[in-house]
């Protein structure tokens, strides 16, 4: 993992919360954009990390295609270790 769990950034950790809540979607292709609300989120590279750590993941689509982002069990571990750290 790029971070210890008990050590992600404010920013990923509501990037996490977005997955959570339903409100994010990635973009197939070679790497995952994130979209939260229907929008670009501002730092794809933390997005990036978040899905090759294992956190997020979606289903496969179409090139470019919009898929639900879900929390993997590591995703949903980590978002509960790091509201506890908080």
């Given at each position: ?66 898929v639900p982002a879900t929390l993997t069990e ?12 908080a």
């Open positions: 993992m790029s971070e210890p769990a008990d050590q992600l950034s404010h920013r990923a950790r509501a990037m996490l919360r977005a997955v959570a809540e339903g409100r994010a979607h990635l973009a197939s292709g070679a790497e995952p954009d994130l979209y939260i609300d229907g929008v670009p989120c501002c730092d794809q590279f933390a997005a990036h990390l978040l899905t090759h750590d294992g956190l997020v993941t979606a289903t496969h689509g179409r090139f470019g295609e919009l590591a995703g949903t571990t980590a978002l509960g270790a790091a509201i506890l750290a």
